[in-house]
């Protein structure tokens, strides 16, 4: 798993949902775990797109429950 | 006592306004005389024909955790901050949260919000539009936001009659408390909408104040140099409680909430009826409603934007509605130093109406140098002025385009 999207990641839910960056691990999700609702899971999703460089489609996003889930997604839409 | 006879008083009060970051320091601003006003920096505003307002003296994203300053719009910053001043000033009344509600006005809500997410819809598209934008913009997003940081469940609502918004929401918080829907509630007015499009529209109808080399001097009530209001953001909060629950409680009570009232001119959408006759009703029912008459007035905060045609109305109605008792009566225009606080302006000076009294200092008004011989009143200039002691009232003015007026009493305990 590539930390550095992770690290990206994290930064990116501590800046919407005010969430300290220690408690965003790839085993968390995101609704339940880290006070990310699902209007904050939007600007989460729009950040990653402009941040990775990646398109995420409506259709994917209820398919990441977790930190995990959103990193490998990423890493393999930049593949 | 029944529930319509349920006496209502104030335990708490919160403010950010142009002239203090919170009640304390906008108090002793207004007593001292300190205009808020400023020369407005930006290139966005070098070629508007007004480049001043009254922004607020402290940045509420300074107060506000960033997660949660960037889903609020400005407005709703400056509603959260006022209304936690005000609850713990009240002292964080314990109570079941289906009897506490919460009445936030605003005139404009979060347009500045809107026109930016119209920037972002237009240069990157409609996916790039925050999903926060509706709760930004809409006018009820105040009252809602500051509903969740208190966990209200009696009711949450928004009046909007745009300068008069702020003061109609403590009349309908009075009535939330007298009619028995709740037990306390947080009433309060905001507003943040200093823009070059605000600017440009109020500009549009000749309504401010174009004196731009001198921005502190430009907000001056009943001068015969006023030449209209000057822009401000801020807000106020109050914490109303049955007098029954606050005294079971041993809340400090600033004053009773006596009476409000509501009349409309008829007479144009923006434009004050010339004879005022509309505001002098919303007197003369303010102190019917209060059981009082003229004679129990010390003070009146009046609405007095500096505009040429507003101010000497509003004073004919105060004239016509408190008569022979006129000359014992200080009238203070605190615009003068806060600028207009449009929605919020209702709250703020609700605020300092019933300091006046606790304090019974009656706040100055800036700027008055040569006074307009219509005016007739007794305006308090130069320096504040201590009224007298005893039972007493004071009322609060706040009128709004489309010819709202509300005049609020308080009353001492």
Same mark, same amino acid.
């Given at each position: 798993?590539?930390?550095?999207?992770?690290?990206?990641?994290?930064?990116?839910?501590?800046?919407?949902?005010?969430?300290?960056?220690?408690?965003?691990?790839?085993?968390?999700?995101?609704?339940?775990?880290?006070?990310?609702?699902?209007?904050?899971?939007?600007?989460?999703?729009?950040?990653?797109?402009?941040?990775?460089?990646?398109?995420?489609?409506?259709?994917?996003?209820?398919?990441?429950?977790?930190?995990?889930?959103?990193?490998?997604?990423?890493?393999?839409?930049?593949? | 006592?029944?529930?319509?006879?349920?006496?209502?008083?104030?335990?708490?009060?919160?403010?950010?306004?142009?002239?203090?970051?919170?009640?304390?320091?906008?108090?002793?601003?207004?007593?001292?005389?300190?205009?808020?006003?400023?020369?407005?920096?930006?290139?966005?505003?070098?070629?508007?024909? &007004?480049?001043?307002?009254?922004?607020?003296?402290?940045?509420?994203?300074?107060?506000?955790?960033?997660?949660?300053?960037?889903?609020?719009?400005?407005?709703?910053?400056?509603?959260?901050?006022?209304?936690?001043?005000?609850?713990?000033?009240?002292?964080?009344?314990?109570?079941?949260?289906?009897?506490?509600?919460?009445?936030?006005?605003?005139?404009?809500?979060?347009?500045?919000?809107?026109?930016?997410?119209?920037?972002?819809?237009?240069?990157?598209?409609?996916?790039?539009?925050?999903?926060?934008?509706?709760?930004?913009?809409?006018?009820?997003?105040?009252?809602?936001?500051?509903?969740?940081?208190?966990?209200?469940?009696?009711?949450?609502?928004?009046?909007?009659?745009?300068?008069?918004?702020?003061?109609?929401?403590?009349?309908?918080?009075?009535?939330?408390?007298?009619?028995?829907?709740?037990?306390?509630?947080?009433?309060?007015?905001?507003?943040?909408?200093?823009?070059?499009?605000?600017?440009?529209?109020?500009?549009?109808?000749?309504?401010?104040?174009?004196?731009?080399?001198?921005?502190?001097?430009?907000?001056?009530?009943?001068?015969?140099?006023?030449?209209?209001?000057?822009?401000?953001?801020?807000?106020?909060?109050? &914490?109303?409680?049955?007098?029954?629950?606050?005294?079971?409680?041993?809340?400090?009570?600033?004053?009773? =909430?006596?009476?409000?009232?509501?009349?409309?001119?008829?007479?144009?959408?923006?434009?004050?009826?010339?004879?005022?006759?509309?505001?002098?009703?919303?007197?003369?029912?303010?102190?019917?409603?209060?059981?009082?008459?003229?004679?129990?007035?010390?003070?009146?905060?009046?609405?007095?934007?500096?505009?040429?045609?507003?101010? &000497?109305?509003?004073?004919?109605?105060?004239?016509?509605?408190?008569?022979?008792?006129?000359?014992?009566?200080?009238?203070?225009?605190?615009?003068?130093?806060?600028?207009?606080?449009?929605?919020?302006?209702?709250?703020?000076?609700?605020?300092?109406?019933?300091?006046?009294?606790?304090?019974? &200092?009656?706040?100055?008004?800036?700027?008055?140098?040569?006074?307009?011989?219509?005016?007739?009143?007794?305006?308090?200039?130069?320096?504040?002025?201590?009224?007298?002691?005893?039972?007493?009232?004071?009322?609060?003015?706040?009128?709004?385009?489309?010819?709202?007026? =509300?005049?609020?009493?308080?009353?001492?305990?």
């Amino acid at each position: 798993m590539s930390q550095e999207i992770l690290d990206g990641l994290a930064a990116i839910v501590n800046e919407v949902a005010g969430t300290p960056v220690a408690d965003i691990t790839p085993d968390k999700a995101f609704i339940d775990d880290l006070d990310v609702d699902s209007l904050s899971m939007v600007e989460v999703v729009m950040a990653c797109e402009d941040k990775f460089g990646v398109s995420i489609p409506d259709s994917e996003v209820k398919n990441l429950k977790t930190v995990g889930d959103a990193v490998a997604y990423i890493e393999k839409a930049q593949a | 006592m029944t529930t319509s006879q349920r006496r209502v008083v104030v335990t708490g009060l919160g403010a950010t306004t142009p002239v203090g970051g919170d009640v304390a320091t906008t108090w002793e601003g207004l007593v001292s005389g300190r205009s808020g006003v400023r020369a407005l920096e930006g290139e966005q505003y070098a070629e508007l024909p &007004v480049r001043f307002a009254g922004q607020v003296a402290v940045e509420p994203t300074t107060l506000l955790e960033k997660s949660e300053s960037r889903r609020l719009d400005r407005c709703q910053q400056l509603a959260l901050i006022a209304s936690r001043e005000a609850w713990a000033d009240a002292g964080t009344p314990e109570l079941d949260p289906e009897r506490l509600g919460v009445v936030v006005a605003t005139g404009i809500g979060g347009i500045v919000s809107l026109l930016e997410q119209n920037e972002i819809l237009n240069s990157r598209g409609w996916s790039r539009v925050s999903p926060m934008s509706v709760p930004m913009l809409m006018p009820n997003g105040s009252a809602a936001w500051v509903g969740l940081d208190l966990g209200a469940k009696a009711g949450i609502h928004t009046p909007v009659s745009a300068c008069a918004s702020g003061a109609e929401a403590v009349s309908y918080a009075l009535e939330m408390i007298r009619s028995g829907r709740a037990d306390v509630v947080l009433a309060g007015g905001t507003e943040a909408c200093i823009h070059p499009i605000t600017i440009a529209s109020f500009a549009a109808m000749r309504a401010l104040s174009t004196r731009n080399d001198e921005p502190e001097r430009a907000s001056r009530p009943y001068d015969t140099g006023r030449d209209g209001f000057v822009m401000g953001e801020g807000a106020g909060s109050l &914490v109303l409680e049955s007098e029954e629950h606050a005294r079971a409680r041993g809340a400090r009570i600033y004053a009773e =909430v006596a009476s409000a009232g509501i009349t409309a001119d008829g007479h144009h959408i923006a434009q004050p009826d010339p004879e005022g006759r509309g505001a002098t009703r919303a007197m003369r029912l303010a102190l019917e409603g209060a059981g009082a008459t003229a004679h129990d007035v010390i003070h009146v905060n009046a609405h007095a934007t500096s505009t040429p045609q507003g101010d &000497v109305a509003e004073a004919g109605a105060i004239r016509a509605a408190l008569g022979g008792d006129i000359d014992h009566v200080t009238v203070s225009g605190t615009k003068s130093m806060t600028g207009h606080l449009l929605g919020g302006a209702g709250a703020v000076e609700s605020v300092a109406a019933i300091l006046a009294l606790y304090h019974r &200092v009656a706040p100055v008004t800036a700027n008055l140098e040569d006074l307009d011989p219509a005016v007739g009143l007794d305006i308090v200039h130069g320096e504040a002025r201590t009224l007298r002691d005893g039972d007493a009232l004071v009322l609060n003015n706040s009128f709004g385009f489309g010819g709202h007026n =509300v005049a609020l009493a308080f009353r001492s305990v």
